[in-house]
């Protein structure tokens, strides 16, 4: 029933993620989400971000922000960054994660999706066919519980 909201994979947070390894699976393009994935909610890009980004440039990872807030807030924050961006997404529609993929020039098997929020996020990300990392301390609780249980059977199957 819940499966349709479960990440492929869930991190404490954006900074941990081993980009250099996914990028020798073949993914070529990471979609983020803003707000509370890369800086708290209105932050501007911190010094992290930065380094983020200067450092998937390194690898060869394409990138686009993928945000539902408005153009003032994604801009904001892509000062720093210059990157692609689509504000005002309406995910978990696909039509946007489709539209980040064409602009950076991969296909769903080669794009990853990183955000927060399960029914907006991963559940866009999944319906489109990408790679979910979702980066969330606090999920709600009640998806998660089916997540941890399903995992646990998969894993004893």
Request: hydrophobic share 35%; net charge positive; proline share 4%.
């Amino acid at each position: 029933m819940f499966d349709k909201f479960f990440p492929d994979e869930y991190l404490a947070s954006t900074y941990v993620i081993p980009f250099e390894e996914l990028y020798e699976k073949g993914y070529r393009g990471v979609i983020f989400d803003i707000d509370n994935t890369l800086v708290p909610h209105g932050a501007p890009a911190d010094e992290r971000a930065k380094k983020l980004f200067t450092r998937l440039n390194k690898i060869g990872f394409s990138s686009c922000l993928l945000s539902n807030n408005q153009k003032p807030r994604v801009e904001m924050f892509n000062q720093e960054i210059q990157t692609a961006y689509i504000y005002n997404a309406h995910k978990p529609s696909i039509k946007n994660y489709e539209k980040a993929m064409k602009i950076m020039g991969t296909t769903k098997e080669r794009t990853l999706f990183v955000g927060d929020q399960l029914f907006t996020d991963v559940w866009g990300a999944k319906r489109t066919g990408i790679h979910s990392i979702l980066v969330k301390r606090y999920l709600e609780k009640i998806v998660l519980h089916f997540y941890k249980k399903k995992r646990k059977l998969d894993k004893k199957g």
